[in-house]
T-cell receptor, first 115, second 115 residues
Framework: AQKITQTQPGMFVQEKEAVTLDCTYD???????LFWYKQPSSGEMIFLIY??????QNATEGRYSLNFQKARKSANLVISASQLGDSAMYFC????????????FGTGTSLTVIP | ETGVTQTPRHLVMGMTNKKSLKCEQH?????MYWYKQSAKKPLELMFV???????ENNSVPSRFSPECPNSSHLFLHLHTLQPEDSALYLC??????????????FGPGTRLTVT
């Protein structure tokens, strides 16, 4: 089974609007971390935000927030006030506590911000 | 130099060539990783090193040979590659492996084309 599922291959958003990128995960490990990365066309993966399985509150980093619904095993990324520079691929990833070696990535969502 | 650097950024090689990819991290991290990124596929973790010891080898063909001489440097030696090995090869580092919240920092990648 897929560890990380991103069901939106491509998304469009108007500049200055908010957008939600979906991510669901599959694990039986009670301790895990969820990450979102941005990959512009230049190729480099840029870390955006982290959510731990034991965190009580949703993570926020500037315009990025993570909508963490543990019971549904979802960790959606919300980008507020979209900017043209937000156009990129976005990857959801998970690291489990018991197998710290492995980082599981989804297939990504391509976001295009329309002026 | 800061963060994670990779050289070369682009590489074209024939199937009979031998080449090496280099990665260097300037973050004082203890773990380093090699990933392969092909179009429309999740990132594939190839190798993981922790304190210069290989801790993960995800069924990677022997034509890929990693080397980690110290915790700051990671190499990927390539020989007799196949056209399907053409991809973006990403190097990453993290503080360690023993905490799920250790995010990975990525280099810009090497775009490899096998002819």
């Amino acid at each position: 089974a897929q560890k990380i599922t991103q069901t939106q291959p491509g998304m469009f958003v108007q500049e200055k609007e908010a957008v939600t990128l979906d991510c669901t995960y599959d694990t039986s490990d009670p301790s895990y971390g969820l990450f979102w990365y941005k990959q512009p066309s230049s190729g480099e993966m840029i870390f955006l935000i982290y959510q731990g399985s034991y965190d009580q509150q949703n993570a926020t980093e500037g315009r990025y927030s993570l909508n963490f619904q543990k019971a549904r095993k979802s960790a959606n990324l919300v980008i507020s006030a979209s900017q043209l520079g937000d156009s990129a691929m976005y990857f959801c990833a998970m690291r489990e506590g018991r197998t710290g070696n492995q980082f599981y990535f989804g297939t990504g969502t391509s976001l295009t911000v329309i002026p | 130099e800061t963060g994670v650097t990779q050289t070369p950024r682009h590489l074209v090689m024939g199937m009979t060539n031998k080449k090496s990819l280099k990665c260097e991290q300037h973050l004082g991290h203890n773990a380093m990783y090699w990933y392969k990124q092909s179009a429309k596929k999740p990132l594939e973790l190839m190798f993981v090193y922790s304190l210069e010891e290989r801790v993960e080898n995800n069924s990677v063909p022997s034509r890929f040979s990693p080397e980690c001489p110290n915790s700051s440097h990671l190499f990927l030696h390539l020989h007799t590659l196949q056209p399907e090995d053409s991809a973006l090869y990403l190097c990453a580092s993290s503080q360690g492996l023993d905490r799920p919240y250790y995010e990975q920092y990525f280099g810009p990648g090497t775009r490899l084309t096998v002819t």
